[in-house]
């Protein structure tokens, strides 16, 4: 059959509209799977306690801490035979660190007590990866917590003692 430039027209609009409605299909998709991909983010946060000593108040509020609050690390030292560890800001952190660099991280660092290294090491990578893309997701903020003190020094602010 022989086309005439109207029919040829009406194919060519069609199949536009056919392309169009496919990129934007696809386009639908990449946001709904970043957002599982936050979402699960969030899960893990939650699930594996990291809000328990890395987001100040936490534990204390029973979870009641608004979502823009969390991981922003804390003043509260722990203190035990290590000296006092306090609980990094993952916001800072996340947002200096690649993708590839924390998952390796996450798979070989040891880290001081009370931090559940062991945790880490037992996530899934794609568990790792959506904690990480979740955390950056919330973006950078608060402050760097403060530095580690060696055995022998006393903090000066408020800290939890290990028997
Ligand atoms: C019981 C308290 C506690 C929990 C629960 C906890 N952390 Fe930590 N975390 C710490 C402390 C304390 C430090 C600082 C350790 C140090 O100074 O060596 C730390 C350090 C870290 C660091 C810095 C590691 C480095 O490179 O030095 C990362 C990253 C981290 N935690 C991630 C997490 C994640 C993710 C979770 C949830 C799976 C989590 N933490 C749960 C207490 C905790």
Known sequence: MRLNATMRIAILVACGALTGATAMTA????????????????YVARIAGCNDCHTPGYAQSGGKVPEKDWLVGDRLGWKGPWGTTYPVNLRQYMSGVSEADWIKVARTKEM?????????????TDD?????????????????????LPPGTNPTGPYVTFP
Request: net charge positive; aromatic share 12%; hydrophobic share 40%.
């Open 112 to 124: 001081r007590p009370p931090m559940p290294w062991f945790a880490l090491r037992a996530m899934s």
């Open 128 to 148: 790792l990866r959506a904690l990480y893309r979740f955390v950056r997701h919330l973006g950078p903020a608060g402050e760097p917590a403060p530095a580690y």
């Open 27 to 42: 386009g639908a998709a990449a946001t709904g799977k970043e957002k599982a991909s936050f979402d699960r983010g969030r």
